[in-house]
C-alpha cells in the first residue's frame, strides 16, 4: 500500500450528513479483497446474501457486472483501489480525537493507535468485517494476523509483533485453542468498553470515564478505625505501611481485608487509604442475584473485572498516591475457566498501582494465592465487640434479654444501618414487651437479610421452646443426642426419613438448647446452573455458620450429595468433594436432612459421626401429643367426648400407622382456619384424613396389644 495523507474529516462535510464515514473501512476492504485473498475467498462462500451486501457497500448504488461467482471483476476493484490510493482519506473527526486521548491516557505510540484503529473500524464498519470475515473462517494464526495487519496499516511485520507482545488491555488479540489449530475473528477486536467510547458522542473528562463508570475515583474519607474496628495495632501497622508504599511507589502491593460485611471492609479501607494521604479507584463488583436467569455466569462477571484491573493499571501506573480497591473479590481470585478448573491469578503479583481486595472468606483459595497477600487483616475476629457496642448504643431503651443482644452482636449479616432501622420501628410501635420486641426484631432481620442469608434466630422460634424431643420415633436416644451436643459443640448429624417426621424441628430445637442461631440451608439454595457457583455456596455456608458459630443445617442434602458413581459431569462430583473438604474441617454443629438417604454418596454417609433414621410416630407418641393438645388433665382426657369405648379408640389409633409430627400441625392450623373446637374426637378425624391423603397408605393396623393410658 502506498503511504497515504490522511486529514480529519471536519463534522459539517458531507460524511458526516451521511453518519458514516466509509473511505478508510472501503480503502481495508478492498485491499483484503485483492491483496490478503479475500477475492477468492469470495468465491468459496455460499452465501449469496453476504456477496450481495458486500459489493453494495462496498460501491453503493453501482450496477455492477458480477462473474459466475458472484464477484464484480477484479479489474474493477484494482481502478477503484487506485483511485482511493491516489484520494486523501478523510478521516471520522470523533474517532480520531477520542484515539488522540486513547494515546495520551494510556501512553500509546503511533503503532498501537494504528492498530487500535484498525480493530476499531474492523468491529464498526458492516463491509469491513464481512471482507475481514472472508479470509478469517479458516482460522486466524498470529502469523496470519501479523500479515494481514502489516498490510492494512502498511507497517513492518516486526512492528506489528511488538504491540502484541506488549498485550495491551485495550485489545484482545490472542489465538483460543480450537480444532483447526486458528482463532475466531473476535479473538482479534477491541475490548468492549474501549470500542463502545470511541463509538458514542460521550466526552473524555477523565481517564477513568474510559471504563464506562465501572470505576470509581475519589478521595476516602478517614474514621476513628480504633473505636469501630478494636483493631488499633493492626490498622497503625497497614496505614504506616501503605503510606511508605505510595511514596516508594513500591509495586506488586497486595492487601487482603477479610469481613463478613464488605461494608465494614470499605470503611476500612477508605480510612487506611485517607490516612495514608492516598486515593482510591474503586473497582465494582457486579452483583447478580444466583437465580437470576439474564445474569451470566460468573467466569464472565470475572472476566470483565479482570480487564478492568489491567486498564486501571495502565492508567495510573504511573500516578501519585493511587491505591486500587477491590471489593467482595471471590470471583476475580477464584476464576474459573470453561472446564471448571481454577485460573490462576498472576497479575495479583504484577500490579503497579496497590491494591486493597476485600472478601468475606478465604475458604476455597489455595494457600498458595493467600501467601501471595503482604498483610491478612481479619476485621471479623475482633467485630463482635465493636458491633456489641452498636447494639447497646441504638437498642439501650428497649427491654431486651442479653443473650439475645450478645447473638445479635454476633452474626456478621446485621450491619449498623439494620440495627438503626430495626430500633426506628420498634421505637415507632412503641413496644416494652421483651419477647414480642425481640420477636419483631427477629423478623425485620429476617425480612432485610433474606432467605439466602439463613438468618433464624433461636429466640424467634417459639415452637422450639415447646417441642418434645420425646415424640421423635428414632433409632438412637434423641434426648441424649441433644445432650451430647449440647456438651461437646461440635457433631456432624445426619437424619433420615419421611417427611414431616420432626428432622427440621429437631435442628432447630439444638439450636435453642446451644443457645446459637441457624442456619437453615437448602440443596435448591446451593445449586447453581453456573460452573463454581455450588461449590461457592457451600463454602460460604459453612464459613458463615463457623464465623457466627451457629448451628449449619442443610435440608434436601440427597439433591447435591448423591452417588458419584453414576455422574455424567465433572462437575456434578465436584459439588460433592466440595461439600466433604468443608465438612472435614467444620468444627461446630453441622446437622443434614434427607428423605432419600440410600441415594446419598457412600464417602459422604461415612463423613457424619452419627446416623439417625426418624420413622413415623408410634401409637403411645400420637396418644401423648393428642393429649397435649387437647388438654394436661388426665379427668379432664376422662371427660373428653370421644365417640364410643376405650376400645375403639385404641383401634383407631392403631390404624394410624403412617402420622408425624408434622401432620399434627397441619391438623391444629385446620382447626384454627374453621374455628372448630379442639377434640379427640375432631383430632382423630383430621388425623385419619393426613394418613390417607399420603403416597402408598394401606389400612392394615399396628399389632394388637396396645393399651391406652386413660
Not at 458486500?54 to 460501491?59: F, P, R, S, Y
Not at 391423603?693 to 393396623?701: D, L, R, V, W, Y
Amino acid at each position: 500500500m502506498n503511504k497515504l495523507k490522511l486529514t480529519t474529516q471536519s463534522s459539517k462535510g458531507t460524511a458526516a450528513k451521511q453518519g458514516r464515514y466509509t473511505n478508510v473501512p472501503l480503502l481495508f476492504t478492498l485491499n483484503i479483497l485483492l491483496k490478503i485473498g479475500g477475492y477468492e475467498k469470495w468465491s468459496e462462500t455460499k452465501n449469496n446474501f453476504v456477496k450481495e451486501q458486500l459489493v453494495h457497500q462496498i460501491i453503493p448504488g453501482s450496477e455492477l457486472t458480477l462473474d459466475k461467482y458472484g464477484r464484480p471483476s477484479k479489474q474493477k476493484l484494482s481502478r477503484l483501489l487506485l483511485e482511493q490510493e491516489k484520494t486523501t482519506i478523510n478521516l471520522n473527526s470523533r474517532v480520531e480525537k477520542k484515539l488522540k486521548q486513547l494515546s495520551v491516557d494510556f501512553t500509546l505510540d503511533k503503532v498501537e493507535i494504528d492498530v487500535i484503529r484498525l480493530l476499531y473500524y474492523t468491529r464498526s464498519n458492516q463491509a469491513l468485517f464481512e471482507s475481514t470475515k472472508l479470509i478469517a473462517e479458516s482460522g486466524f494464526t498470529y502469523r496470519k494476523f501479523y500479515h494481514y495487519a502489516s498490510i492494512l496499516l502498511d507497517l513492518k511485520v516486526d512492528e506489528i509483533k511488538q504491540v502484541i507482545k506488549k498485550n495491551l488491555p485495550l485489545i484482545n488479540i490472542q489465538i483460543s485453542k480450537c480444532p483447526e489449530g486458528g482463532g475466531r475473528l473476535n479473538d482479534f477486536t477491541l475490548k468492549d468498553n474501549i470500542f463502545n467510547m470511541i463509538e458514542v458522542e460521550q466526552t473524555i473528562n477523565n481517564p477513568v470515564d474510559w471504563l464506562m463508570g465501572e470505576v470509581q475515583q475519589y478521595q476516602p474519607r478517614s474514621l476513628d478505625t480504633a473505636e469501630v474496628f478494636d483493631l488499633e495495632q493492626d490498622v497503625n501497622l497497614l496505614t504506616n505501611y501503605l503510606t511508605n508504599v505510595l511514596q516508594q511507589k513500591t509495586k506488586s502491593v497486595n492487601i487482603l481485608l477479610l469481613g463478613q460485611s464488605q461494608d465494614d471492609c470499605r470503611r476500612l479501607a477508605e480510612s487506611v487509604v485517607a490516612n495514608a494521604s492516598g486515593q482510591i479507584i474503586e473497582i465494582k463488583s457486579q452483583k447478580f442475584d444466583i437465580d437470576d436467569s439474564f445474569s451470566p455466569p460468573v467466569e464472565i462477571i470475572s472476566e470483565v473485572r479482570f480487564d478492568h484491573n489491567l486498564q486501571v493499571q495502565h492508567l495510573f501506573g504511573k500516578s501519585e498516591g493511587s491505591v486500587i480497591l477491590f471489593e467482595d473479590a471471590f470471583d476475580y481470585l477464584f476464576r474459573l475457566d470453561s472446564f471448571g478448573n481454577n485460573i490462576k491469578p498472576d497479575q495479583l503479583v504484577e500490579n503497579t498501582v496497590p491494591i486493597i481486595w476485600t472478601l468475606k472468606d478465604t475458604i476455597m483459595l489455595e494457600d498458595e494465592l493467600i501467601h501471595q497477600f503482604d498483610m491478612v487483616l481479619d476485621v471479623r475476629l475482633s467485630h463482635k465487640h465493636a458491633r456489641r457496642q452498636l447494639v447497646d448504643q441504638y437498642l439501650a431503651d428497649f427491654k431486651l434479654d442479653n443473650r439475645w443482644l450478645d447473638n445479635l452482636a454476633g452474626n456478621n449479616n446485621v450491619t449498623e444501618n439494620i440495627i438503626k432501622k430495626i430500633s426506628k420501628v420498634a421505637t415507632t410501635l412503641n413496644l416494652n414487651d421483651t419477647v414480642k420486641t425481640q420477636a419483631l426484631m427477629d423478623r425485620l432481620i429476617e425480612n432485610v437479610l433474606g432467605e439466602k442469608s439463613g438468618k433464624s434466630s433461636y429466640n424467634s422460634d417459639t415452637n422450639s421452646e415447646q417441642f418434645d424431643v420425646s415424640l421423635l420415633n428414632a433409632d438412637i436416644d434423641m434426648q441424649e443426642l441433644a445432650q451430647g451436643l449440647n456438651n461437646s459443640s461440635e457433631g456432624r448429624i445426619i437424619l433420615s426419613g419421611p417427611p414431616g417426621t420432626g428432622k427440621t424441628a429437631f435442628a432447630k430445637y439444638i439450636a435453642h438448647a446451644t443457645g446459637r442461631n441457624l442456619i437453615i440451608k437448602t440443596g435448591s439454595s446451593l445449586l447453581s446452573r453456573w460452573i463454581g457457583e455450588t461449590e461457592k455456596s457451600i463454602a460460604k455456608a459453612f464459613a458463615d455458620a463457623a464465623h457466627q458459630n451457629a448451628v449449619l443445617l442443610i435440608d434436601e442434602a440427597d439433591s447435591f450429595l448423591s452417588s458419584r458413581e453414576n455422574v455424567s459431569h465433572q462437575w456434578e462430583a465436584s459439588m460433592t468433594n466440595e461439600f466433604l473438604v468443608q465438612m472435614e474441617n467444620f468444627s461446630g454443629i453441622m446437622i443434614a436432612c434427607t428423605n432419600f438417604k440410600q441415594q446419598l454418596d457412600s464417602a459422604v454417609q461415612r463423613r457424619f459421626d452419627i446416623k439417625v433414621e426418624l420413622d413415623f410416630m408410634t401409637a403411645e407418641q400420637i396418644q401423648k401429643m393428642l393429649f397435649s393438645m387437647v388438654s394436661n388433665s388426665v379427668d379432664e382426657i376422662k371427660a373428653l367426648p370421644v365417640q364410643g369405648s376405650d376400645e375403639f379408640f385404641e383401634q383407631r389409633l392403631n390404624q394410624l400407622t403412617n402420622i408425624t409430627p408434622g401432620d399434627f400441625n397441619s391438623v391444629r392450623r385446620r382447626h384454627k382456619v374453621l374455628g372448630n373446637a379442639v377434640t379427640l374426637n375432631s383430632l382423630m378425624s383430621g388425623l385419619a384424613a393426613e394418613s390417607k391423603a399420603k403416597p402408598g397408605f394401606n389400612q392394615s393396623s399396628r399389632a394388637i396389644g396396645f393399651t391406652t393410658a386413660i
